[in-house]
């Protein structure tokens, strides 16, 4: 497992649409895999409910070693979500959600906004402002002017 700091960018990444659109395929099969292990881990954590259901002291030895195999796949599971979450993050992208939901930082109109996408979107088609979060998606227009400003 790589250190958490490895695989922060040194330095803030902002995108255009281009570059991010450039970067999908990857961020694409990254956020599949995340959607994929939240699933994993929602199945495991509804498991553990139920066999916890009871007083694990009072549970046959069978039965406790069960819970703790769960548990331990639980916490294995989580791991592998957190370091998906920190390869997306070292790429400079941030995810929002685990259902797949990602933003790209960009600059528009010398402001920090987020270029906005989700699993199943065929390309980075919406933005929003920072403090706006999905529910201010606005469609990106051809005319919508995005700064690279990584040089």
């Not at 039965?63 to 548990?71: I, L, P, T």
């Not at 402002?129 to 998606?137: L, N, T």
């Amino acid at each position: 497992m790589t250190n958490a700091a490895e695989s922060e960018p040194t330095v803030k990444k902002f995108f255009t649409v281009e570059s991010a659109n450039k970067m999908l395929p990857l961020v694409r099969s990254i956020a599949t895999d995340i959607v994929a292990k939240y699933r994993d881990l929602d199945g495991l954590r509804g498991r553990l409910e139920l066999l916890r259901g009871t007083r694990r002291e009072g549970l046959p030895a069978a039965h406790r070693e069960e819970v703790e195999q769960v548990e331990h796949e639980f916490e294995r599971v989580k791991n592998e979500f957190c370091a998906l979450a920190e390869e997306l993050r070292g790429l400079g992208v941030e995810l929002k959600g685990p259902d797949g939901l990602v933003d790209f930082p960009a600059i528009r109109d010398n402001r920090e906004v987020c270029l906005c996408w989700k699993l199943g979107e065929p390309e980075v088609m919406f933005w929003h402002d920072r403090e706006a979060g999905f529910g201010g998606r606005q469609r990106l227009t051809e005319a919508m002017t995005i700064a690279d400003k990584n040089g």
